[in-house]
């Protein structure tokens, strides 16, 4: 075990073989590759920014909304106006 062990640690490594830097190149499949990637990436980015907005505008649009019900309640407390379909509250008792 001892000269296994002596015979592993006294062996010489091999040379680095020389490298040709224009083969080892990505090359036209490289670049498409990254090309494809980067284009994904701007897609992606493109609609997520779509789709934050609009949760942005729903949002809005819920609060005007919901102010506005308000609004119609504290003018005519008789009459309660229902966010759901807008109909008031006498009409649905109906």
């Given at each position: 075990?001892?000269?296994?062990?002596?015979?592993?640690?006294?062996?010489?490594?091999?040379?680095?073989?020389?490298?040709?830097?224009?083969?080892?190149?990505?090359?036209?499949?490289?670049?498409?590759?990254?090309?494809?990637?980067?284009?994904?990436t701007?897609?992606?980015?493109?609609?997520?920014?779509?789709?934050?907005?609009?949760?942005?505008?729903r949002a809005?649009?819920?609060?005007?909304?919901?102010?506005?019900?308000?609004?119609?309640?504290?003018?005519?407390?008789?009459?309660?106006?229902?966010?759901?379909?807008?109909?008031?509250?006498?009409?649905?008792?109906?």
């Open positions: 075990m001892i000269q296994l062990i002596n015979v592993v640690l006294a062996a010489t490594p091999t040379p680095a073989p020389e490298i040709d830097p224009n083969t080892v190149s990505p090359g036209v499949v490289g670049f498409i590759a990254i090309a494809v990637v980067g284009l994904a701007l897609l992606l980015g493109i609609d997520l920014t779509r789709r934050i907005r609009r949760t942005t505008y809005e649009i819920s609060a005007r909304l919901e102010a506005e019900l308000a609004q119609r309640n504290a003018a005519n407390p008789d009459k309660p106006v229902d966010g759901a379909d807008g109909a008031d509250g006498a009409a649905k008792s109906e």
